[in-house]
């Protein structure tokens, strides 16, 4: 039993970064909740916790003991409601973050059926498209788009994604349909980044030529930092947009957008969930998961 209150105090200290607060939620004094750490450190014979007058951070063998005692606690908690539910209900809070185009389209509208199916669930939904620091920040997992860099997280692929070169169809009666990628020089081009001066373009246009990849970075028309702004410019004919399937396949299967060259087309990357470990994995983070690969596996979903 003493084992399992310093595993829960220091799980109580190491997420909340205070042992006051951990004291409050362990329902202990602050010098109770500092002696059980200590002894847990004591009989480990390690330092897990780095504790200044500012702050209280873990150290590299107190991280991954951390994800331990987090498992653990969480099986107990699964195995109780178990046996006094009847089975294992998902259950707690879970932190997620998405890019924003991204999420706004194909995770938020997802998440209040998730709720009424899983109503012992919470869910924050961060969306940013910056690269946030799963760990340190606290996410239990992120939706990322492309070609993944090795970060030491675990990334199970949820769907394909599709680059494709688009424009309205009155912007092509207008100025004719691209037939090679020298044509793109004739043609009015939406790009995507901070205007760095002419001929700057943005990070690129992928395709595919004698199946090698070929990067084109177009004259920018019009240009903005924003690419939901160049899926408008694109609905509105003001241009060629290159897009992720995901944002304009509905509007291809409407008729609103066409593609163009896709004899050219790079080949697919992906759409992954990564997270700090696979092991483990919490049931309320592997219920999201499955909720979003199920619903992105369906080829039909895309052209919604």
Known sequence: MDHFKQISTFVAVATKGSLTAAAAAEGIAPAMAGRRVDMLEERLGVKLLIRTTRRISLTHEGQAFLEDCQRILSDLANAEAAVSEGGIKPSGHVKVSAPAGFGRRHVAPLLPAFSGNYPEVTVSLDLSDRLVDLINEGFDC??????????????????????VLVAAPSYLKRAGTPRSLDDLGKHRC????????????????????????????????LECSD????????????????????????????????????????????????FPQRRHLPLRVRVLIDTLKQTYSNPSYWDR
């Open 142 to 163: 992120a939706i990322r788009i492309g070609d993944l860099a090795d970060s030491g997280l675990v990334a199970l692929r949820l769907a394909d994604n599709r680059r």
């Open 190 to 221: 939406l790009t995507l980044g901070p205007a760095l001066g002419p001929g700057s373009g943005q990070r690129g246009w992928q395709f595919t030529v004698g199946g090698e990849a070929t990067l084109v970075r177009p004259q920018p028309y």
């Open 227 to 274: 690419g939901a702004v160049l899926h408008e410019w694109a609905l509105a004919g003001c241009g060629l947009a290159w897009r992720s399937w995901w944002e304009v396949g509905a509007d291809v299967a409407a008729g609103r957008l066409t593609t163009v060259l896709d004899e050219f087309a790079a080949p697919t990357t992906g759409i992954f969930a990564v």
